[in-house]
């Protein structure tokens, strides 16, 4: 009996290891794909996020009031600055 369990267990194992390794190779694919897709959200992110301070300044530069232009300018180079530290962050951990 001692043989037909090691004889059993000796077809199991390999099935069982191929497994594994189709689990992992898997697991991969879906880290990379989990990659691309963040870095394509991020460029999207960013581009949009221009096209908002882009449109912002203009109207800080229509302004005729100085005040008025000089607080939009500020505000749109704070957010010009979260944004490309926010995009920078991740995209380092997604690397």
Known sequence: MATQTKSSKGKFMPAVEETIERIRSFNEKILESGKT?????????????????????????????????A?????????????????KVARELLS
């Open 37 to 69: 897709v963040g870095g394509a959200w991020l460029d999207t992110y960013e581009k949009a996020q221009r096209s908002v301070l882009d449109f912002e300044t203009q109207v800080a530069n229509a302004s005729e009031l100085d005040s008025v232009s």
């Open 71 to 87: 607080v939009a300018k500020a505000q749109a180079e704070f957010v010009t600055d979260i944004t490309s530290a926010y995009t």
